[in-house]
C-alpha cells in the first residue's frame, strides 16, 4: 500500500525559513517522480515543485522560485522541501504527491493527507 | 502557462441525478487531463486520466470525456459520497502544472 507521509509544517514568521518532509513507502521511491502541490485556505491546488526519480532535474512555480529548494534522499524514502524567506501568500496546506512516473509529463496517483504552513507575524 | 478554467463553479443536483462538470484548457492539452475529487479536510483523490481512464477502484459512474480543450467529468446517478470538489489538471505543457480552480458538487 503506497502511503505518504508529511511533517514540518507550522507557524513562522514572515522572512522565516521551514523544511517539509514526506516520507514515502510501499512503492520503489527511485522509480517516481515526486512533487509538492498547496492549497491555501479556502483556494484551489497549486502545483509548487517537482523532483524527478533519480533527483537530477528539478522544477518550480514561478512564485517559489529561488526561495524553495526540493529535494530527495533515496536511502531514507524521503521527499523534502526547503522553504526559504517565507511570505504571507505562501500560507497553505501542502501536500506530498507521488507521479506515475520517473520524469515526464505525470498526474499524481497517490496524495499525502497533508502538512500546513502558516506564515504570520 | 496553459490556463484551466471549470464550470460551473458550483453545481447543485439531486442524489440519483446525473452531473456534468466542464473544463476548458486555455490551449490544447491533447489527452493529458485528469479529475481529482476532494473531500473536506481530506486530500485529494485521483479519478480519471487520459481524459477517460479511471483510476484505481474509481465506480464505474464516474466517466470522462473530450480532447484538445474542452474537457468533460461525468458522474451518473450521484451518491452521498459523491459531494465534493473537483478539479481537472492538465499535464501535457509543463512546468507548470495546473488545475482548474474547481467545481463544488452540492446537493440539491
Known amino acids: 500500500e503506497v502511503q505518504l507521509l508529511e511533517s514540518g509544517g507550522g507557524l513562522v514568521r514572515p522572512g522565516e525559513s521551514l523544511r517539509l518532509s514526506c516520507v514515502a513507502s510501499g512503492f520503489t521511491f527511485t522509480s517516481y517522480a515526486m512533487s509538492w502541490v498547496r492549497q491555501a485556505p479556502g483556494k484551489g491546488l497549486e502545483w509548487v515543485s517537482t523532483?524527478?526519480?533519480?533527483?537530477?532535474?528539478?522544477y518550480y512555480a514561478d512564485s517559489v522560485t529561488g526561495r524553495f529548494t526540493i529535494s530527495r534522499d533515496s536511502s531514507k524514502n524521503t521527499l523534502y522541501l526547503q522553504m526559504n524567506s517565507l511570505r504571507a501568500e505562501d500560507t497553505a496546506v501542502y501536500y506530498c504527491?507521488?507521479?506515475?512516473?520517473?520524469?515526464?509529463?505525470?498526474?499524481?496517483?497517490?496524495w499525502g493527507q497533508g502538512t500546513l504552513v502558516t506564515v504570520s507575524p | 502557462e496553459i490556463v484551466m478554467t471549470q464550470s460551473p463553479a458550483t453545481l447543485s443536483v439531486s442524489p440519483g441525478e446525473r452531473a456534468t462538470l466542464f473544463c476548458r484548457a486555455s490551449?490544447?492539452?491533447?489527452?493529458?487531463l485528469a479529475w481529482y475529487q476532494q473531500k473536506p479536510g481530506q486530500a485529494p483523490r485521483l479519478l480519471i486520466y487520459?481524459?477517460?481512464t479511471r483510476a484505481t477502484a474509481i465506480p464505474t459512474r464516474f466517466s470522462g470525456s473530450g480532447s484538445g480543450t474542452e474537457f468533460t467529468l461525468t458522474i451518473s446517478s450521484l451518491q452521498s459520497e459523491d459531494f465534493a470538489v473537483y478539479y481537472c489538471?492538465?499535464?501535457?505543457?509543463?512546468?507548470?502544472?495546473?488545475f482548474g480552480q474547481g467545481t463544488k458538487l452540492e446537493i440539491k
Open positions: 504527491a507521488k507521479a506515475v512516473n520517473r520524469n515526464s509529463g505525470t498526474y499524481f496517483d497517490y
Open positions: 523532483v524527478s526519480g533519480s533527483g537530477a532535474s528539478t
Open positions: 489538471q492538465q499535464y501535457n505543457n509543463w512546468p507548470p502544472y495546473t
Open positions: 490551449q490544447s492539452v491533447s489527452s493529458n
Open positions: 487520459g481524459v477517460s
